[in-house]
């Protein structure tokens, strides 16, 4: 089952503009995970945000968290041609086991950037 | 920069044949996982492995996958008999840490399976 849901399902922008993608999710957490996966390819983790976190950099990347509303936004700024991609959010499923739990992805955002 | 190996990139099979995928995780990598990503869908888990024990298998289709690691390292997905639905792309992922979600996982490029 699907615990995050990303919003929109499809963004298409301008080279230069910012991009920003929208994660709700169902149950409490532990943390957040936001992977990018390039058409055809296997995922690529972006960014990590604890549920203490509110706010986390990386390079071009903004992600915030808002435990009270169960939701999670990534904003890329001066967005790039090389940002097309589909962009997930992922977070604590189930427990596995031996202190491990799922992670558990939303069908994603699909990032077209026109250069 | 260290990566996961995966193989075959692609596969095309007939219904009710066999098939194999293999993926050899990061070095030192003790936690290895197994995804089915249907298209326009997330990845969702199949089968994680900590060392060669399997941790968690519960939503493995254990009537026709199979999965294995046997000496902690490499590891094989078996399908048998293949079906339609099966038609996916199978990721595989590792991690240092056990904790699953608790830790970024390290994807593969994945095997892009048609099942005819």
């Known amino acids: 089952s699907q615990q995050g849901e990303e919003d929109p399902q499809a963004l298409s922008i301008q080279e230069g503009e910012n991009a920003t993608m929208n994660c709700s999710y169902k149950t409490s957490i532990n943390n957040l995970q936001w992977y990018r996966q390039n058409s055809g390819r296997g995922l690529v983790h972006l960014i990590l945000?604890?549920?203490?976190?509110r706010e986390k950099h990386s390079g071009r990347l903004r992600v915030t968290l808002d435990t009270s509303k169960k939701s999670s936004s990534l904003l890329i700024t001066a967005s790039r041609a090389a940002d097309t991609a589909s962009y997930f959010c992922a977070t604590d499923g189930s427990y596995s086991g031996a202190g491990s739990y799922q992670l558990t992805f939303g069908k994603g955002t699909k990032l077209s950037v026109i250069p | 920069e260290a990566e996961v190996a995966q193989s075959p990139r692609y596969k095309i099979t007939e219904k009710s044949q066999a098939v194999a995928f293999w993926c050899d995780p990061i070095s030192g990598h003790a936690t290895l996982y197994w995804y089915r990503q249907i298209l326009g869908q997330g990845p969702e888990l199949l089968v994680q492995?900590?060392?060669?024990?399997?941790?968690?298998d519960s939503q493995l289709p254990k009537d026709r996958f199979s999965a294995e690691r046997l000496k902690g390292v490499d590891s094989t997905l078996k399908i048998q008999p293949a079906e339609l639905g099966d038609s996916a792309m199978y990721l595989c992922a590792s991690s240092p840490d056990a904790g699953g979600a608790l830790y970024e996982q390290y994807f593969g490029p994945g095997t892009r399976l048609t099942v005819t």
């Open positions: 492995f900590q060392d060669e024990s399997v941790v968690d």
């Open positions: 945000i604890r549920s203490n976190e």
